[in-house]
Antibody, heavy 115, light 111 residues
Framework: EVQLVESGGGLVRPGGSLRLSCAASGFTFTDYSMNWVRQAPGKGLEWVAFINSDATTMYYADSVKGRFTISRDNAKNSLFLQMNSLRDEDAALYYC????????WGQGTLVTVSS | QSVLTQPPSVSGAPGQRVTISCSGSRSDIGAGYDVHWYQQFPGTAPKLLIYANNNRPSGVPDRFSGSKSGTSASLAITGLQAEDEADYYCQSFDRSLSAWVFGGGTKLTVL
């Protein structure tokens, strides 16, 4: 059974940093690209970042470019999102999702940005 | 503002057919990139509903279908059921942004 479990969310002050993790299981992690997608409370889905299977290609939404970094550890079946210079508008539920189209999603980890 | 434009809401009575549109441009849908559709119930993660314009993952009822033409795509739901009440999102790739983009989402209400 495919499972994606996010962690690392929490309360952070504007300008602060946070590192999200996504533990993958139930499939061959090295075969799949991965994404981070976020959803602000009461709002729609916003794609954040993509990384291909061997971490040679990454894409970012303009809203996070230069502040967020997506990475993966294929030996540990893990996906990461390093978030720096956090802003109020980065507050959201962050999902990791497998592949594009996103065929499996985690349950999300909540990031709150507030002073 | 989303790159892909969806109506904020649609509604229909049980048994009816409804469609949800997803309007893009020549840099995304019109450039030939596939459109995917997701269904999301309140408090839960999105679920892939249609992929590559008109393909259903295993387990998705054939009441759900997708189509694409020019710079737009549509999701059709026939034989509307109460349990179809959810939010629906389209997704494609935008070559000018080098980024995947979602539509703003459409809330389906079953009357």
């Amino acid at each position: 059974e495919v499972q994606l479990v996010e962690s690392g969310g929490g309360l952070v002050r504007p300008g602060g940093s946070l590192r999200l993790s996504c533990a993958a299981s139930g499939f061959t992690f090295t075969d799949y690209s991965m994404n981070w997608v976020r959803q602000a409370p009461g709002k729609g889905l916003e794609w954040v970042a993509f990384i291909n299977s061997d971490a040679t290609t990454m894409y970012y939404a303009d809203s996070v470019k230069g502040r967020f970094t997506i990475s993966r550890d294929n030996a540990k079946n893990s996906l990461f999102l390093q978030m720096n210079s956090l802003r109020d508008e980065d507050a959201a539920l962050y999902y990791c999702a497998r592949h594009t189209p996103c065929d499996y999603w985690g349950q999300g980890t909540l990031v709150t940005v507030s002073s | 503002q989303s790159v892909l434009t969806q109506p904020p809401s649609v509604s229909g009575a049980p048994g009816q057919r409804v469609t949800i549109s997803c309007s893009g441009s020549r840099s995304d849908i019109g450039a030939g990139y596939d459109v995917h559709w997701y269904q999301q119930f309140p408090g839960t993660a999105p679920k892939l509903l249609i992929y590559a314009n008109n393909n259903r993952p295993s387990g998705v009822p054939d009441r759900f279908s997708g189509s694409k033409s020019g710079t737009s795509a549509s999701l059709a739901i026939t034989g509307l059921q109460a349990e179809d009440e959810a939010d629906y999102y389209c997704q494609s790739f935008d070559r000018s942004l080098s980024a995947w983009v979602f539509g703003g989402g459409t809330k389906l209400t079953v009357l």
